[in-house]
């Protein structure tokens, strides 16, 4: 089974889990993987509200 391309970028992932204190448990210990499903729900939670912040600004 293939994997489906993400929606976020690699980039905005990177920059939340900046934001979020979560980077260097992506950057030393293993990748996304390492990462708690609740960092990973944080995350997507931030992404969420950016967007729909651009959305209200527009």
Known sequence: MSRRNGIMSEELKYEIAKELGVYETVKN??????V?????????TKAIQ???????NR
Do not use: F, P, T
């Open 36 to 44: 708690s499903s609740r960092d990973c729900g944080n995350i997507v």
């Open 50 to 56: 950016r967007a729909q912040k651009k959305l209200e």
């Open 29 to 34: 210990d293993g990748g996304w993987g390492a």
